[in-house]
């Protein structure tokens, strides 16, 4: 199995704060990485497809990078309702392993 | 628009069977290259990828699960059936269904899960 790392785990931030959150997998992916987002009882909703595809209707504040191993979600100015947790996830092989989570906190 | 909603039994027995079913809308698994994937997330964890199932009946299974996992599918119905057999307390989670697009060269072949169902909370415990 690929093996996803996100990091950190979760991270405090500010309302107008930059935020980084980096997904590294285990052997070389391509592009085929995906961004979510989950709010507490909430399903994941897709934020970022094939690394750095924005989905329709995700406000431009985020922002998606990278390719083979090393990943990047970038959100440039944090929203109150962007306080969420978010997941990588590769689809390039069985299974299509998730990262194990990054919660973004009020600071 | 495009919805999938999961339903099925909310308390289940040890070693009993576990039957989810996925009932979507807005889209078809006649459909070439379309699929349906199930994710699970057990309290407070992360998210865990079940299987996946397309429109041409490739498959494709969890190996931690495979030998307890079974994905079908009825066109006429527009659902999705996932079935687990053996459950355990561990299996306690909240169960999805998604949509896997049909793939689009531009993006190089890459697949996601969008949109998501509302999820279902499954509690094993005798």
């Known amino acids: 199995d690929i093996q996803m790392t996100q990091s950190p785990s979760s991270l405090s931030a500010s309302v107008g704060d930059r935020v980084t959150i980096t997904c590294r997998a285990s052997?070389?992916?391509?592009?085929?990485l995906n961004w979510y987002q989950q709010k507490p009882g909430k399903a994941p909703e897709l934020l970022i497809h094939?690394?750095?595809s924005l989905q329709s209707g995700v406000p431009s504040s985020f922002r998606g990078s990278g390719s083979g191993t090393d990943f990047t979600l970038t959100i440039s100015s944090l929203q109150p309702a962007d306080f969420a947790t978010y997941y990588c996830q590769q689809t390039y092989s069985p299974p299509w392993t998730f990262g194990q989570g990054t919660k973004v906190e009020i600071k | 628009q495009i919805t999938l909603k999961e339903s099925g039994p909310t308390l289940v027995k040890p070693t009993q069977t576990l039957t989810l079913t996925c009932t979507f809308s807005g889209f078809s698994l006649n459909t070439s290259g379309v699929g349906v994937g199930w994710i699970r997330q057990p309290p407070g964890k992360a998210l865990e990828w079940l299987g996946i199932i397309y429109s041409n009946d490739d498959k494709r299974y969890s190996p931690s699960l495979q030998r307890r996992l079974t994905i079908t599918k009825d066109i006429s119905k527009n659902q999705v059936v996932l079935t687990i057999t053996n459950m355990d307390p561990v299996d306690t989670a909240t169960y999805y269904c998604?949509?896997?697009?049909?793939?689009?060269?531009?993006?190089?072949?890459?697949?996601?899960?969008?949109?998501w169902g509302q999820g279902t909370l499954v509690t094993v415990s005798s």
């Open positions: 094939a690394a750095s």
């Open positions: 998604a949509r896997i697009p049909v793939a689009a060269p531009i993006y190089g072949g890459a697949r996601w899960f969008d949109p």
């Open positions: 052997q070389s992916i391509r592009n085929y």
